[in-house]
């Protein structure tokens, strides 16, 4: 177990649908961004044109609001590179073209922490729209994303470089080990949550209570008042190891 105590110089998060950004890792993201400087990007993989109870209301005019939310959430945690995949609701497959999408955000944005939601579950189920993110998330940094000769027309047509991602920590996992101290940013973590207001029917005081009791759940075991978890994969791209392994 560890309390993370440094902050990536560029993170990406790669996440599912409109608003699991924020009620991931919105905390620790808005901590590196204040504090450190971290520079970071979101890759929504969905336009969550199917988040309603609402019959009237179309997938067209809901994916386009969710844009807009989104937007506006990521610009209270501080961030302004936001990208939209727009796979719609539901709808991720672990496919060439989407494995490509995310291998492009991760060239194009260079990070060195790659943030996703943890796809294995022992235990308990999760989206399917979650799963298939937080693999193809993984997959693009570990397999394509370094290697010139995976999806070659991005170097050769459109002027990117292969990168390798150092480590990705993995949020809503059964088994974290990495924890971020988010104490001083409660706020905004609950108000970025706010921001989506076609999906939370609760009030702010309900939202800032749910965040404190999840985000409170670990102070046995690190003795923070409240925190984000994570489970940390050290990918050692460009180790004697791997390159023994893949030469």
């Not at 390798?164 to 809503?172: D, S, Y």
Request: with cysteine; hydrophobic share 35%; proline share 4%.
């Amino acid at each position: 177990m560890e309390v993370l105590k440094t902050a990536p110089k560029r993170v990406m998060a790669v996440t599912p649908h409109p608003d699991d950004c924020e009620g991931g890792c919105g905390g620790a993201l808005a901590k590196w961004v204040k504090e450190s400087g971290t520079v970071a990007s979101v890759v929504m993989c969905t336009n969550g044109n199917k988040g309603t109870k609402d019959r009237e209301m179309s997938p067209e005019r809901l994916a386009a609001t969710r844009q807009v939310e989104q937007r506006n959430a990521s610009g209270l945690v501080g961030i302004t590179d936001v990208v939209f995949l727009g796979h719609p609701d539901g709808g991720l497959e672990d496919t060439e073209l989407f494995r490509s999408q995310v291998t492009r955000e991760i060239r194009r944005f260079k990070p060195d922490l790659l943030l996703c939601i943890d796809p294995y579950r022992s235990t308990t189920h999760t989206h399917r729209d979650h799963r298939k993110s937080g693999q193809v998330a993984l997959d693009a940094a570990f397999t394509y994303a370094w290697s010139y000769q995976h999806f070659p027309e991005q170097i050769t047509e459109e002027g990117l470089e292969p990168h390798r991602v150092e480590q990705a920590l993995l949020w809503g996992s059964e088994d974290p080990d990495v924890f971020v101290d988010i104490s001083r940013y409660l706020d905004v973590k609950v108000d970025s949550l706010g921001a989506h207001a076609s999906q939370m029917s609760s009030t702010r005081e309900e939202r800032l209570e749910r965040v404190k009791r999840h985000s409170g759940g670990h102070k046995e075991l690190t003795g923070l008042d409240y925190a984000e978890g994570f489970r940390r994969i050290t990918f050692n791209l460009g180790s004697l190891e791997w390159q023994l392994l893949h030469t």
